[in-house]
């Protein structure tokens, strides 16, 4: 028993690292490469938890957690960029090191909210809440000090594979499978919205008159 | 047997699709009158109806009184919207297929938020207020300028922020619940928590508690969480406005109240009301202020949104029969005024081409009708009697004082602060030599017109059977 908490800690644990990873991160194509390892090892830790805990719908979710998180959304975002001419683009709003060190702050504070649950049930999901809680947190901060929608919306989705990690961690919650479907439509349906309403205002170094003739300007 | 409650649900997203194949958008804006009337007659057909719990849907006083408002604003919204929408395609900020994007997405939203209010489920009750706010946030972004694109991007952020947020407060929940009522479905549903609640460890419902206030509290508008609102209302088509402030931000309110309800059930776990005081006055106060500054007449009015949700929250944390009485009071005669207040400000935009206050001036000589419709729901949004929002403020006011006489002042200052404001305002756009141009308005009047009506004779006369209504949703509220 003993073992299947260690190695679905260890799958969280790596999860973590990755979203120092994205913190740190300073081109968009690194960035997007250490959230394609997030994904696939979210898709690792739900599978685990689907295999050990036996609740078989939860293969759906890491499926799509592997597919569309691991592989479409970041291979489309890699083209886009690419296409785009953006992909060495360095944005500095925050300091690495500052932001590495509010990183760990957060990482403090999710493990210091969370040791409260002491008894019961719940303190099994215990350390794996207080993980996905600084995953989440961590994907706020990535949000807050980067300054570019490709890189906010990454932080957004590294934000949602902490939710979903926390939901697997709750053991039996139902709507696990659905909320994830759900999230992944909804966060594709938004990739979509950046690159067709937002790019224009927010990557100033594109040319305005490419894009404009791109989604067929009406005025 | 078809219940009430899933027409409530089921029509809007039936609607919704419909909507989407039908190309003109003429057609279009009758059909979405249509379902939206289906609803709200739903929505009535509920109130004289049974009352039903069920795994999924619950059917309460609480929640109907939500569903009311909700799908009356929803229908009269669609009357408004119907008038006001091909002025859009007139001046060529919007087009035809934008417009059946626009109508389908607004039955998508109506469905949303009334299976947030009508779901058990806590997770069911997420879900629909989500896709409520993701979809207004690809409408707040329909016109497509850089201005409305950057409100609809600061929307997501901070929406976003909340969605999480809310969702990790409910996993929390289920945690909780987990021990007593075991895996799976019964421990995310709402009634089986609240009755639960005693034996839940009070920990963990801390813990839960704070993370749904900051998450749900994000979508009600409170300070510090507000910086969405303004630029939300502002930028999005003014039919939107109108259901924002008098829809979405109350549906937010109802999922804080409801796991303030299952809080509350635990004795050793925080109490809600003290944070809740706090959160609403620190609203209450920050907004009345910020109400000077605003040259924008929607900002001015999403500001006022805020200052009134934070009266609201105010009251909720007071707690006990008659303040949340007049909480629930308040929820509904600010729904009625503040979206009507929404479709005066569509009519003036038309006929000033613009919502900068400073372009408004003279109404009341190029458009005198409008002028005295917009000062009489901009005096009862201030809390002038005889209109039914000085009813709830006074209620809420005297309640307070009975209980805590120093902490009314608070709240009362607050009041008084937006007060003076809105009625400078009011003062700039109504009188003063008339600038720019002055278009005919085409828009229909009968939609301000109802919800003034119904705000004043709330406040003249209330039925006793509405009181009792009210009543016995507050004594559910505890």
Redesign the interface.
């Known amino acids: 028993m003993n073992q299947v908490y260690d190695i679905s800690h260890l799958l969280a644990g790596v999860m973590l690292v990755t979203s120092f990873a994205l913190l740190y991160q300073q081109r968009i194509a690194a960035v997007l490469n250490a959230f394609a390892a997030q994904s696939i090892t979210l898709a690792l830790a739900v599978a685990w938890a689907a295999w050990s805990e036996n609740r078989p719908d939860l293969f759906i979710t890491a499926l799509i957690a592997f597919s569309l998180k691991g592989v479409v959304i970041p291979v489309a975002l890699h083209r886009t960029v690419a296409r785009l001419g953006i992909h060495r683009e360095v944005e500095k709003v925050v300091g690495v090191g500052a932001a590495l060190m509010v990183g760990l702050a957060l990482t403090a504070l999710a493990q210091a ?2 040791v ?7 303190s099994q ?1 215990r350390e794996e ?1 207080a993980l ?2 600084a995953i ?1 947190l961590m ?2 901060l990535m ?1 807050i000090v980067r300054r570019n ?1 490709v890189t ?1 919306i990454v932080g ?1 989705m590294s ?2 594979n ?2 979903i990690l ?2 697997t961690g ?6 696990v499978v ?2 994830s479907v ?1 999230f992944s439509v ?1 966060i594709a ?2 990739v979509f ?1 950046v690159f067709v ?2 790019i ?2 927010r990557f100033d170094t594109i040319d305005i008159e490419a894009l404009d003739r791109m989604r067929g300007d ?2 | 047997m078809i219940h009430a409650y899933q027409v409530v649900v089921a029509a809007p997203y039936v609607a919704a699709l419909v909507l989407l194949a039908i190309p003109g958008y003429r057609i279009g804006a009758i059909a979405n009158v249509a379902a939206s009337g289906v609803t709200f007659a739903a929505g009535l057909w509920l109130v004289f109806g049974e009352r039903s719990v069920g795994d999924y849907a619950i059917v309460d006083e609480f929640n109907i009184v939500f569903i009311t408002i909700n799908t009356l604003v929803g229908f009269t919204t669609a009357l408004f919207s119907a008038s006001y929408i091909g002025h859009e395609i007139e001046t060529g900020r919007l087009t035809p297929a934008s417009l059946r994007f626009y109508h389908a997405m607004f039955q998508a939203m109506m469905g949303s938020m009334n299976l947030a209010l009508v779901a058990n489920n806590i997770g069911l009750m997420w879900v629909g207020l989500e896709l409520a706010t993701l979809i207004t946030v690809v409408m707040v972004g329909l016109y497509r300028t850089p201005q409305a694109i950057e409100a609809a991007w600061k929307y997501f952020i901070l929406a976003s922020v909340g969605i999480s947020l809310a969702f990790f407060g409910t996993i929390l929940i289920y945690l909780a619940g987990q021990p007593t009522l075991g895996e799976g479905v019964p421990a995310m549903t709402w009634s089986l928590l609240q009755a639960a609640a005693a034996r839940m460890d009070p920990a963990i419902l801390d813990l839960a508690f704070i993370f749904l206030l900051i998450g749900y509290g994000t979508k009600v508008g409170l300070a510090p969480l507000h910086a969405w609102l303004p630029d939300a209302h502002a930028e999005g088509p003014t039919p939107i406005s109108a259901v924002l402030s008098g829809l979405l931000l109350n549906v937010a309110l109802y999922a804080l109240l409801r796991f303030k309800m299952i809080v509350a059930g635990q004795p050793a776990a925080l109490d809600p009301g003290p944070i809740m005081i706090v959160m609403g006055l620190v609203s209450l106060i920050f907004a009345a202020f910020m109400l000077y500054q605003r040259r924008d007449i929607k900002r001015l009015f999403a500001y006022s949104s805020i200052e009134h949700m934070g009266l609201m929250v105010f009251a909720f944390g007071m707690g006990g029969p008659l303040a949340n009485f007049a909480g629930l009071l308040h929820m509904a005669m600010h729904s009625l005024t503040k979206s009507g207040i929404f479709f005066g400000v569509g009519h003036i935009a038309q006929a000033k081409g613009s919502q900068r206050i400073a372009d408004i001036k003279g109404l009341s000589v190029t458009h005198p009708r409008l002028a005295v419709a917009f000062a009489l729901a901009v005096f009862a949004i201030s809390g002038l009697p005889p209109f039914g929002v000085f009813t709830s403020e006074f209620l809420i006011l005297t309640t307070t004082f009975a209980r805590e006489p120093w902490l009314a002042l608070l709240p009362a200052f607050g009041l008084l602060v937006g007060f003076g404001a809105l009625l400078m305002r009011l003062q700039d756009t109504i009188f003063g030599e008339p600038v720019g141009p002055a278009h005919r308005v085409d828009a229909s009047s009968v939609p301000m017109v109802l919800h003034l009506l119904l705000v004043l004779a709330a406040g003249i006369y209330l039925p006793p059977a509405l009181v009792a209504w009210f009543r016995r949703a507050a004594e559910l509220l505890g």
């Open positions: 909210l969370v409260k649950i002491a008894q019961g049930p719940a999901a809440l996905a809680l989440i994907g706020f949000m929608a906010q957004f934000m949602e902490g939710l926390a939901a709750a053991r039996g919650m139902p709507l659905e909320i759900a909804l349906l938004f919205a309403f937002r224009r205002e009406r005025r």
